[in-house]
């Protein structure tokens, strides 16, 4: 992670064993005894190695997709946002993801579940060898404020693990370091057990950050987690209580900039609450703590700056729910669907040819920070020229992601060594709109509308801020975004609400993730298949039962424990 060195060496703690053979009693290379590690540095450099695994990868650079922080493919290619890209025979498995039809054995379940679980692992040997040390006598010990820091960073990382794993498999086993290696059943509900986690980090964390080491965790990242798992749990004035107090604590969201959430060179910015940091070139790697999780999800062709892999596109319907009224509010109703807006989707090839942008329809201004569309400035990489940045529009659709990018200037300062489609880009796990319209959600839901009116309309304000896209001098789109003017009822507000969201996070790796909770994730996409089906036949005729709001827990974990744990409901 940046500031903070990452540890990708297996660490294992040796067990005493006598024995009186020599060669038997040498320590093994490459690993670390238990005397070593029970250090004021052996502590530390265990929970750097918790950190580590935050950006999803553990044996090198390529295939970590499923795991990626940004959680594109069951965050957004699994909900209405995102088609999986590419073309239909690359990576067949996150078709599947896609298509809500993956089986056990799909590899990109196998690779978010090993990996989450070897980060719960290194936080439990940070919480195991910190409780030996502790125990102990003399100037070895941390002072009691440290040790209280780094169990609060260590539970915190715990419960970050275990929230991406339950809200993909539901449920899984809950495994602390004092379960000695043995196989828990996954028959509970662990969500108990993250929330207790999160309390504790609260508690133990403080409010400052070490001195060049903003990637790690503080009492605000401790409780915007938790208020974001209270909210899950559907306790919403407990929620809001921990979110209100990181609102209150980090000032104005309106004077943030809009774009600085997506840019390389302004990151861990006054929005950013929890962070996975990514670094590239300096750091002796060749790209491994960068953004991995990322690396397919650009344009393709060789013709941009950055061209791997084609995968990661949004969708007809993503593009379309960011036009507005002549008021410049969202249509709630759903009539963002008449009249759909394709781009060059399914022209001939003499129509592609004379192709001309529409200027005269109405979108919000966020739209160009998130989608790639045909004739539009792409950061500064030039217009977006159509199907020569794409691999298959046909299996894709028309449009690329843009907020996992960088500006071609940051290339070379900003990409792996030999590997441009390894960016150092952070992630943003929470960030303070984020935190916004989960307190909106909160006041929504405990009848409080004129709160979440306010809270609403501090994002509308900060994006209305934002500059209009032009092409020589001239609007890209008829770009308008005003406040709400009020909130009638519950029922509108809690749409508006719900909305923004997915306006204001689209392609960050919510969405799917929201529709779960709120309970309408079988009707938001069967809806949505039936429009986006009429675009790509491989979407037609889906529909959505409840084991599908969850994927299977991977096949092998379940031989491995000789069926101590059970497959996810309804697979």
Same mark, same amino acid.
């Given at each position: 992670m940046k500031h903070i060195k990452y540890i990708f060496l297996f660490i294992f703690i040796l067990s005493s064993v006598s024995c009186k053979k020599d060669f038997?009693?040498?320590?093994?290379?490459?690993?670390? +005894?238990?005397?070593?590690? +029970?250090?004021?540095?052996?502590?530390?450099?265990?929970?750097?190695?918790?950190?580590?695994?935050?950006?999803?990868?553990?044996?090198?650079?390529?295939?970590? =997709?499923?795991?990626?922080?940004?959680?594109?493919?069951?965050?957004?290619?699994?909900?209405?946002?995102?088609?999986?890209?590419?073309?239909?025979?690359?990576?067949?498995?996150?078709?599947?993801?896609?298509?809500?039809?993956?089986?056990? &054995?799909?590899?990109?379940?196998?690779?978010?579940?090993?990996?989450?679980?070897?980060?719960v692992q290194r936080c439990n040997n940070t919480l195991k060898v910190l409780a030996t040390l502790q125990s102990g006598s003399g100037a070895t010990k941390f002072s009691d404020s440290r040790a209280k820091e780094i169990q609060g960073e260590a539970r915190l990382l715990r419960a970050h693990y275990y929230f991406f794993l339950v809200r993909v498999f539901k449920m899984v086993p809950y495994v602390t370091e004092a379960s000695n290696g043995a196989i828990v059943p996954n028959d509970k509900d662990i969500y108990p057990n993250i929330i207790e986690d999160l309390q504790a980090a609260v508690a133990n964390l403080g409010t400052t950050k070490p001195k060049g080491q903003k990637g790690r965790m503080d009492k605000y990242a401790a409780q915007a987690y938790l208020g974001?798992?209270?909210?899950?749990? %559907?306790?919403?004035?407990?929620?809001?209580?921990?979110?209100?107090?990181?609102? &209150?604590?980090?000032?104005?969201?309106?004077?943030?900039? =809009?774009g600085d959430n997506f840019d390389? &060179? %302004?990151?861990?910015?006054?929005?950013?609450?929890?962070?996975?940091?990514h670094s590239v070139g300096?750091?002796? +790697?060749?790209?491994?703590?960068?953004?991995?999780?990322?690396?397919?999800?650009?344009?393709?062709?060789?013709?941009?700056?950055?061209?791997?892999?084609?995968?990661?596109?949004?969708?007809?319907?993503?593009?379309?729910?960011?036009?507005?009224?002549?008021?410049?509010?969202?249509?709630?109703?759903?009539?963002?669907?008449?009249?759909? =807006?394709?781009?060059?989707?399914?022209?001939?090839?003499?129509?592609?040819?004379?192709?001309?942008?529409?200027? @005269?329809?109405?979108?919000?201004?966020?739209?160009?920070?998130?989608?790639?569309?045909?004739?539009?400035? =792409?950061?500064?990489?030039?217009?977006?020229?159509?199907? @020569?940045?794409? !691999?298959?529009?046909?299996?894709?659709?028309?449009?690329?992601?843009?907020?996992?990018?960088?500006?071609?200037?940051?290339?070379a300062s900003g990409t792996g060594p030999g590997m441009t489609n390894v960016t150092g880009l952070n992630v943003n796990l929470i960030r303070l709109s984020d935190v916004y319209l989960m307190a909106a959600e909160c006041a929504v839901?405990?009848?409080?509308?004129?709160?979440?009116?306010?809270?609403?309309?501090?994002?509308?304000? !900060?994006?209305?801020?934002?500059?209009? +896209?032009?092409?020589?001098?001239?609007?890209a789109a008829a770009y308008k975004v005003s406040p709400y003017p009020s909130f009638p009822n519950a029922t509108y507000a809690r749409n508006a609400v719900r909305f923004e969201r997915r306006l204001e996070l689209a392609m960050e790796g919510h969405r799917f993730f929201d529709l779960v909770r709120w309970g309408i994730a079988k009707q938001t996409l069967e809806s949505y298949f039936t429009f986006e089906g009429k675009y790509f036949n491989y979407l037609n005729g889906i529909t959505i039962e409840s084991r599908d709001e969850y994927f299977p827990l991977p096949q092998d974990q379940i031989d491995r424990s000789n069926g101590t744990l059970k497959q996810s409901p309804g697979y």
């Open positions: 038997l009693s040498l320590n093994p290379q490459a690993e670390l +005894t238990a005397e070593q590690l +029970t250090t004021q540095d052996g502590v530390e450099g265990l929970l750097v190695g918790a950190y580590g695994l935050l950006n999803g990868n553990i044996n090198g650079t390529w295939g970590n =997709y499923g795991a990626a922080p940004s959680q594109w493919l069951f965050g957004e290619v699994a909900s209405d946002n995102a088609h999986k890209g590419s073309s239909n025979g690359d990576q067949p498995n996150m078709n599947a993801i896609e298509q809500h039809s993956p089986t056990s &054995t799909n590899d990109n379940l196998a690779n978010l579940y090993d990996r989450c679980f070897e980060g974001k798992v209270l909210l899950y749990q %559907k306790r919403y004035a407990e929620a809001y209580a921990q979110l209100n107090a990181v609102i &209150t604590a980090k000032g104005s969201l309106v004077d943030m900039p =809009y390389i &060179t %302004k990151e861990d910015g006054p929005e950013s609450i929890v962070a996975v940091q300096t750091d002796g +790697t060749g790209g491994d703590n960068g953004n991995v999780g990322d690396m397919l999800n650009f344009p393709y062709g060789g013709v941009t700056p950055i061209n791997c892999c084609g995968f990661f596109q949004p969708t007809i319907d993503l593009a379309n729910a960011f036009k507005v009224d002549a008021s410049g509010l969202p249509l709630l109703d759903g009539s963002y669907r008449t009249n759909a =807006y394709t781009s060059d989707l399914n022209l001939s090839a003499a129509e592609k040819a004379s192709y001309q942008l529409d200027r @005269s329809i109405a979108f919000d201004p966020r739209i160009e920070s998130t989608i790639g569309r045909r004739g539009v400035p =792409y950061r500064d990489w030039g217009i977006m020229a159509g199907d @020569s940045w794409i !691999r298959d529009a046909s299996n894709g659709g028309p449009f690329v992601a843009v907020k996992n990018s960088i500006e071609s200037s940051q290339i839901e405990t009848n409080d509308l004129s709160t979440a009116l306010t809270l609403v309309n501090a994002v509308r304000l !900060r994006a209305a801020k934002i500059s209009p +896209t032009t092409i020589n001098g001239t609007p």
